[in-house]
Nanobody, 118 residues
């Protein structure tokens, strides 16, 4: 089992910044992909960004140029720096750890609320 604990959500005005953190613990597979997803009310959960252990990143088009994902492999932690926040970024943000090579290795954090006021 892997436990993911998120922190850093909150309320911010449009144009502001927040930094989310997610720490993984437990039976960690070191090559797992870590990512951030979000889910707004009435919407499906969507990928925001993810990052491989080698640092290869992927972003949703809606956040490119504004959000930056990074990870500290020694600390088993992934970060999401969110700048120039918009009201449409308001959602619950979830951390994910996934490894295709390991059956069932697909873990989620409890989620952290990000609210952007316009």
């Amino acid at each position: 089992q892997v436990k993911l604990v998120e922190s850093g959500g909150g309320l911010v005005q449009a144009g502001g910044s927040l930094r989310l953190s997610c720490a993984a613990s437990g039976s960690i597979f070191s090559l797992h992909v870590m990512g951030w997803y979000r889910q707004a009310p009435g919407e499906q959960r969507e990928l925001v960004a993810d990052i491989t252990v080698l640092g290869t990143t992927k972003y949703a088009d809606s956040v490119k140029g504004r959000f930056t994902i990074s990870r500290d492999n020694a600390k088993n932690t992934v970060y999401l720096q969110m700048n120039s926040l918009k009201a449409e970024d308001t959602a619950v943000y979830y951390c994910n750890a996934y490894a295709a090579a390991v059956t069932g290795y697909d873990y989620w954090g409890q989620g952290t609320q990000v609210t952007v006021s316009s």
